[in-house]
């Protein structure tokens, strides 16, 4: 397995609110080894769902470099972020992002389907990753039908199913009640470790950030 380094230098990240411009990171250094599992902590608005999104290349810092194997990722255009993001990424939103016209397991399936996977094909391994989670169930609900903690799994399923390189997790058991969020964050860490993926999460739960082995505090 060849190694996979993510290093993210110097990164600023400001915000234009009323005229004023809002400091949220600076200066923020962190090296992102494969298999590393990472905590992103602090309180709610230091900027840690910012920082995941810049780091999922879903938004620009306004200083700062992030490098995958030596490459500067700063200067790709969207064509080739998105391509990036598709080949590398599993991404769990804070607030799932599902979408709402396709139902639970056409969600989970659709990365498959964009990378060429046959209709058939990816429904089946969409099932699968989706009964890891105990959320096979509710296959053909549509996410407005689905519980926060129900769309908070299809979520997981969907970004797993790819086998990205890179999990990045927002919040990922922000929703479910202490006893499944042991259960589905021990599911996800056991898969992550079993493929060999990065984990990368921000978290307000001290318990789950203390299984890190490595944590930014913001
Ligand atoms: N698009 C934006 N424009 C202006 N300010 C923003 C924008 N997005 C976020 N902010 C501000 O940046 C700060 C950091 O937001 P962020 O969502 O990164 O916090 P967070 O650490 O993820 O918080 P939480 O724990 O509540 O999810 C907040 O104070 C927020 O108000
Ligand atoms: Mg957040």
Redesign the pocket.
């Known amino acids: 397995m060849s190694e996979s380094n993510l290093i993210l230098k110097k990164i600023c990240k400001s ?3 009323a005229n004023n411009s ?1 400091s ?1 990171l600076k200066d923020i250094s962190l090296e992102v080894k494969s298999g590393d599992f990472i905590a992103v902590t ?10 995941l999104n810049l780091v999922g290349l879903l938004d620009t810092a306004d200083e700062g470099t992030i490098s995958f194997n030596g490459k500067d990722l700063t200067y790709l255009n969207s064509e080739q972020k998105n391509k990036f993001r598709r080949d590398n990424y599993g991404f769990i939103y ?1 607030n799932y992002n599902l979408l709402e016209n396709f139902n639970a397991i056409e969600n989970v399936a659709l990365p498959l389907i964009l990378n060429g996977y046959s209709k058939v094909e990816a429904i089946q391994r969409a099932k699968n990753t989706m009964k890891l989670f105990m959320i096979d169930n509710r296959s053909l609900h549509f996410p407005n039908s689905l519980s926060g903690g129900e769309q908070q799994r299809v979520a997981i399923s969907r970004a797993l199913i790819n086998n990205p390189k890179f999990i990045i997790a ?2 990922p058991t922000g929703n479910l009640d202490s006893m499944n969020s042991d259960l589905v964050f021990n599911y996800l860490k056991n898969y992550v470790e079993s493929e060999n993926m990065t984990l990368i999460i ?1 978290t ?1 739960d001290e318990e789950l950030a203390s299984k890190a082995n490595k944590r930014i505090n ?1």
Request: aromatic share 4%.
């Open positions: 915000y234009n609110q809002l949220i602090g309180p709610s608005g230091s900027g840690k769902t910012t920082l804070q927002d919040e921000a307000h913001l």
